[in-house]
């Protein structure tokens, strides 16, 4: 197959992926854990065309930048690099990639989560590899760890493996769950994840203390999943997104991604609970809170919380998986 289109969602950790150990092979400090969601699907044709002399990147209808571009590249160079040991024709054909994500600009939802794993799978495919989901997931993380986790169908745990073979994603049973996303500001963030991260990791004191209390926490929080204990699901989801942001504040230079508004979510969700209704708040890199709770009580949070934010209730979904090439038009 030399075109092929694949279609994947975002993610939601519910205990963060926030630094690396080794940045060339995207091996996590620790582990995480995620729910795929059925919403903002990113869908991404690749077609190799051996007379290019240089890849090109079409995102939504437009060139990309050559920043973007060159990201793209480097993921398919891993891609050939694979097909040509595989004796593969083609392998070293450059390609069209064009990508569209159905995500709102500035929904405040990981892009490159769905971009990469989208990438990966097509990729893959046109590149001629047969990988399973565990290789597919490996090959994602390359691109941006969050991807790792969208090969995944609904809750996926990254396990941080010790290198490149033991580092992916896999199902894992939890309780049904809902998510109310507010979107509280849908500008872009000032300081991305990956060089939050760096940060973080080269100058938070606490940076060693959210490593160790990640790592126990997705202990906790693979029990709580078996064991479909919700709410303990989101007594964790909301410590861990508070300690991945305490360690964030305490950058120097400072990185503050939470803004009043987003503290103000939390505190409605604080309220929810007072009331009875089991909600649990989160939030990645950025301003936007997304909110957890029974499927037959998003509705309720929901409109509690729609004062602060455009709000949309989503739910698990499928992980990145290939379609029919033309239906991608
Ligand atoms: C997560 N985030 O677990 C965390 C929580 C944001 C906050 O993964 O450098 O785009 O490409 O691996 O995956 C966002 O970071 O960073 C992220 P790279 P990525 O979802």
Redesign the pocket.
Known sequence: MTTATARAHP???LV???G?RDEEL?LPAAG?L?LTLDAYATTTTVSLDPSATEDRFVLGGAAATPGQTVQVTRFLDLVRARAGSAARADSSAHAVVDSRNEAPTGAGL?S??SGFAALAVAAAAAYGLDLDRTELSRLARR?????TRSLVAGLGIWHAGDDDASSFAEPIEGPEMSMVIVTVDPGQKKVS??EG?RRTAATSPYYSGWVDSTARSLEEMSAACRAGDFTRVGEITESNALR?HAAIEACEPPIRYLRSTSVAVFDAVEQLRTRGIEAYATA??GPNVVVISRPAEAEAVAEHLADHGDVRIVGAGPGAHLIPTEESA
Not at 143 to 147: C, I, K, R
């Open positions: 993610n939601i950790a963060k992926y926030w690396k995207m995480s995620s990981a490159s989560a691109g941006s760890g969050s991807a994840s990956r991260m991945m990645d890199a």
